[in-house]
T-cell receptor, first 114, second 115 residues
């Protein structure tokens, strides 16, 4: 079945460092790809998405490009802040029955220090 | 605009008991999905309800069941609780039948501990 693989965390960076969190996927067809973020004590929030190959999703300084040839959707940010500390989940859209659902990776914890 | 709300936020049960978790979907959303997030793992899809019918199910046994009400709120019921059912249970609502093209809005979850 479809699956998502993320780099293991935790990732610890100093403020203003460059961030990359790797995500690769296995899927039949052409799923939409997502990054969700889970801040401490909060629910999952959509960070960005891309619905077709070569699309770039972006939000709050984060970017990810849908690469069909490498089946990847790596998350990047040029300069992280302490407030970016959270768990980041890569996900793809999938179908079960007539339902459309998300298949998530295991998450990558990011800790940003001063 | 009211977001997705879940109750209770935390609960403790013993093995063999039954539990009911509740979810109020975001205003205007007619689809509710439930996910199980074990500690240190990503959320796993349990099932989805659309217009009061279950229209898709993940790899969970029948003792996981649900309901959706006419106001689109939903319940997740788990019978014969097992230790491995300890997890954060997330409810997500959307205006379509899932995340493709549309956004899933998640609640903060109900943390279930089974002793």
């Amino acid at each position: 079945g479809n699956s998502v693989t993320q780099m293991e965390g935790p990732v610890t960076l100093s403020e203003e460092a460059f961030l990359t969190i790797n995500c690769t996927y296995t899927a039949t067809g052409y799923p939409s790809l997502f990054w969700y973020v889970q801040y401490p004590g909060e629910g999952l929030q959509l960070l960005l998405k891309a619905t077709k190959a070569d699309d770039k999703g972006s939000n709050k300084g984060f970017e990810a490009t849908y690469r069909k040839e490498t089946t990847s959707f790596h998350l990047e940010k040029g300069s992280v802040q302490v407030s970016d500390s959270a768990v980041y989940f890569c996900a793809l859209s999938d179908r079960t029955g007539t339902a459309s659902k998300l298949t998530f990776g295991t998450g990558t914890r990011l800790q940003v220090t001063l | 605009e009211t977001g997705v709300t879940q109750s209770p936020t935390h609960l403790i049960k013993t093995r063999g008991q039954q539990v009911t978790l509740r979810c109020s979907s975001q205003s205007g959303h007619n689809t509710v999905s439930w996910y199980q997030q074990a500690l240190g793992q990503g959320p796993q899809f349990i099932f989805q309800y659309y217009r009061e019918e279950e229209n898709g199910r993940g790899n969970f046994p029948p003792r996981f069941s649900g309901l959706q009400f006419p106001n689109y709120s939903s319940e997740l019921n788990v019978n014969a609780l097992e230790l491995d059912d300890s997890a954060l249970y997330l409810c997500a609502s959307s205006s379509e039948q899932g995340p493709t093209g549309g956004e899933l809005f998640f609640g903060e979850g109900s943390r279930l501990t089974v002793l």
